[in-house]
């Protein structure tokens, strides 16, 4: 076999391995438990969580199947899984309402980055660790700010026993449902972030967003005022042009949250009178990104360049935000006038497809997403 075709097969290989593992993750007792209760609870109550906002009860719901804490260590109560099935449980939760996923997903992965760093920055151990690490904490993220910096972001100023944060977080979701809130903060004296996991308290003032789109996540702009962050509650500090590159790299790939919602779109269209041909058009072609951009995204984390991954994990991205805004158009052209109605699901999916948009998107995401749509201008004939 000629070395071009080896390595296009090992290639092909490998992306099916990735996406086959994450399949195979549905035979996880709490996958398998999170799938049942995902279809049978969260689904079918998709739009009125959209007006009504995500409840407590379905975070104590979270809570009671094992999701606040899944990433902790075993010694902490958590699952021991792999990244495959974390990858599953996010399908899942995307396919079944994405509001929900939203504010979960906010807290697991900060979790996950917790228990990589049990200690604060200062040595000590972090007071909110071990709540957090047992799942009887749910804590948000307003990490994305530093993005805009040197305007736009939170500030952080050296006290004497600590750190002082002032600012306005752009987006905060489930705001009244957490308890503490992971911030990064920049110093501007040394360009240093500061990561804090701190209580929400009378320092924290929240103003509505008139959202359009994941409205039931209880997303809000939520500005900071002279919160006094004791070193005991620092997480790290590092130099902001690392945490750039390491952000970028990150929100270069395509979430698990994006072939959620295109299979539930998918077998949406399914369902619909000439939609199967649709379906059946578009299965493959999902299930060929999906399986790429797991692929890609395992490289890296298994030691891989990120940086010379990078473009194509960002044309991949590109191409299922395209993907999913097309096949939610198409969702709503089946269903005709009723697809129009606010409480058909089309319009809930195709609200959902534009904040996945601009959900995590960095400057460099967002020019590789405007250069696609300048590129692809139909030739008049």
Do not use: C
């Not at 929900?100 to 980055?113: F, G, K, N």
């Amino acid at each position: 076999m000629p070395a071009r075709a080896a390595t296009a097969a090992t290639s092909a290989t490998a992306a099916q391995s990735a996406a086959a593992a994450v399949d195979a993750a549905d035979g996880q007792p709490l996958v398998a438990r999170t799938k049942e209760y995902a279809l049978e609870q969260l689904a079918p109550a998709a739009l009125r969580t959209d007006r009504e906002r995500v409840s407590r009860e379905t975070v104590e719901d979270l809570r009671g199947l094992g999701l606040l804490n899944h990433l902790a260590p075993p010694r902490f109560g958590g699952a021991g899984l792999d990244r495959y099935a974390d990858r599953r449980l996010h399908e899942v939760l995307a396919y079944a309402d994405l509001n929900v996923w939203l504010v979960w997903a906010q807290h697991a992965p900060t979790v996950a980055r917790i228990a990589g760093t049990p200690r604060s920055a200062a040595g000590g151990t972090h007071p909110l660790v071990e709540p957090v690490l047992r799942g009887t904490m749910l804590i948000g993220a307003a990490l994305s700010d530093v993005r805009r910096y040197p305007t736009g972001n939170l500030t952080a100023r050296r006290s004497r026993d600590g750190w002082v944060f002032n600012g306005t977080v752009s987006w905060l979701s489930g705001w009244g449902l957490n308890e503490a809130v992971a911030l990064a903060a920049v110093d501007p004296e040394s360009e240093d972030v500061v990561l804090a996991l701190i209580p929400v308290d009378e320092h924290f003032r929240a103003t509505p967003l008139a959202l359009q789109a994941v409205s039931g996540s209880r997303t809000e702009r939520v500005g900071v005022l002279d919160a006094v962050v004791p070193d005991a509650y620092v997480l790290a500090v590092r130099p902001l042009a690392d945490w750039r590159h390491d952000d970028i790299s990150t929100a270069g790939n395509a979430g698990p949250q994006f072939f959620g919602l295109g299979r539930r779109i998918l077998d949406e269209i399914a369902d619909e009178p000439h939609g199967t041909g649709v379906a059946d058009a578009w299965r493959p072609y999902l299930r060929g990104l999906r399986a790429r951009v797991y692929e890609l995204a395992d490289a890296v984390l298994d030691g891989g360049d990120p940086d010379a991954s990078l473009p194509e994990r960002l044309s991949l991205k590109v191409r299922a935000r395209e993907a999913l805004t097309t096949l939610s158009r198409a969702l709503v052209v089946a269903r005709a006038g009723r697809g129009l109605v606010a409480d058909d699901t089309a319009q809930l999916h195709a609200r959902s497809a534009l904040f996945l948009q601009v959900q995590g998107q960095t400057r460099t995401e967002r020019a590789a997403q405007l250069d696609s749509v300048a590129d692809s201008v139909p030739r008049l004939p």
